[in-house]
């Protein structure tokens, strides 16, 4: 949970400068101190990106507080497609799903079952899991 927490701080942290960004360059607009044609219009350019990262990383992970305080988790069992090349992300039946890149994650092809979060699609716990075949062979 170190990572998920430390990882919400950065998102916001970044949000928070770029707000601030947008504060300040929208006050040298309309003090008249922008020198570059182009500067006019960085305000909306960083208001884009702004709402860009807020809707896509910060808002998930705001969302995701309550589940992880209440330990309310999704579970899914599926096979691993992929697995990023920072090892922070897991593609599971071609869903992407992130994670701490410490956790010990299984080889592609692997069969597993996880436990994630509900907006941000964070997983909390993996698990090997079994196939149909095998469950029926062990059913047998």
Do not use: W
């Amino acid at each position: 949970m170190k990572y998920y927490f430390a990882n919400l701080a950065v998102h916001l942290l970044i949000t928070i400068i770029l707000i601030i960004l947008i504060v300040i360059t929208t006050n040298r607009n309309r003090k008249r101190k922008t020198k570059h044609t182009l500067t006019y219009f960085l305000p909306f350019m960083l208001t884009a990106v702004t709402i860009f990262h807020a809707y896509t990383c910060t808002a998930p992970r705001l969302l995701d507080i309550k589940g992880i305080l209440e330990e309310n988790f999704y579970s899914y069992s599926g096979t691993i497609e992929e697995v990023s090349a920072l090892r922070n992300s897991v593609v599971i039946d071609g869903k992407s799903y992130y994670t701490s890149p410490l956790y010990d994650i299984p080889e592609v092809g692997t069969p597993v079952r996880i436990k994630y979060t509900k907006y941000g699609n964070y997983m909390v716990e993996i698990a090997p899991g079994t196939t149909e075949q095998e469950t029926e062979t062990r059913a047998s």
